[in-house]
């Protein structure tokens, strides 16, 4: 569990000071005041003051910001900012500084996905066998096809083909498929198991094989693609009520994952800890690129859309109502976060 803690939060660090950096950048890009720069929520256990910047670190691995001069004040018809205040810089430059972070967060995502895709095989989306009794073979698909795409989606990775079947709800499939270098359409119709609760096309797939090093970039991209379609389609069953807060996790469950991830791929060597470290990554860096562009208040996304009715209306809101609206909106984010917590530990004591 010790290695497991430092793993996670190295791995914290990471997603968090290139989102952050990220804000960090575009500001200082556009001339905006940076007050502060911290990692991390509560008691500051390293702070270091550089030009007008604090720079700092603290104890808990839950966040952290990059807070500027004017942002979110909520008297602010009662006081006067420069003009490298947030308020006071173009509209434009304010949307960029708050989308930075965001897209610094699939950076990431993509520079780690190009080190992974290279120095790992590809699941390449064959079917390596089929179930007894299987949906897939009642539409005529045999061992060895390989998937182009399901449902009018193009495939490139194994994955795919499992989240998709996923969020099936019972409904036919489209099938393309290639067998002997000719391609076919089946339709499939999956098969309802009542002990997952789920419907099953009845395949095993992937096939593993290195991709060449004109194929790295491309490929890295659909792993990227993957995990930003798993997120979102995840947070769609969240709000149809498809999953429970039992499927949510927060640092404390990040932890246990980390832990399982690690105690499952320790035995294979380094190599394989590494990669598939860097693999959680990408999918956490994705995940909290997509999150924080929720339109949701106190979240870039909700700060964004601000900005974007600044655009329409030719003038900002009140800084005071926009300031009130993200407090109640860090208010209640914190309160979940807390709630996640909570049962984070509850699920760490069964």
Known sequence: MLVSLIIFVFIFLILVTTHE???????????????????????????????????????????GACVFEGEDTLDAENQEFDERAFPNANVWARIATLFAGPFFNFLTAMIVAII???????????????????????????????????????????????????????????IVYERDGKQDVAQLIPHFDSDSGRYYMGIYIGKYEKVSPAQVIPYAFYDLLYYFKATYRSLALL?????????????????????????????????????????????????LG?????????????????????????????????????????VLLLAFMAVVVVNDISKFMR
């Open 21 to 63: 950096l990220g804000h960090f950048l575009i500001a200082k890009a556009n001339g905006i005041r940076v007050l502060e720069f911290y990692v991390g929520m509560g008691p500051v256990l390293f702070k270091k003051k550089k030009g007008e910047t604090t720079y700092s670190i603290r104890l808990l691995p839950i966040g």
């Open 116 to 174: 992974v895709v290279a120095n790992s095989t590809w699941a390449f989306p064959v079917i390596s066998g089929l179930t007894e009794d299987s949906a897939a073979a009642e539409a005529g698909l045999q061992e060895g096809d390989t998937i182009i795409s399901v449902d009018g989606e193009r495939i490139h990775l194994a994955a795919e083909v499992t989240l998709i079947s996923q969020f099936n709800k019972g409904g036919p499939m489209t």
């Open 290 to 330: 997509v999150m924080n562009l929720l339109p949701l208040p106190a979240l870039d996304g909700g700060r964004l859309i601000f900005q974007f009715i600044e655009v329409v209306r030719g003038k900002p809101v009140p800084r005071e109502k926009e300031g009130m609206v993200h407090l109640v909106g860090m």
């Open 239 to 287: 709000i149809q009520g498809r999953l429970s807060l039992n499927d949510v996790s927060g640092p404390v469950g990040m932890v246990k994952i980390v832990d399982d991830t690690y105690e499952a791929v320790s035995p294979y060597g380094l190599s394989s800890v590494v990669l598939t470290m860097m693999e959680l990554l990408i999918l956490l860096s994705v995940n």
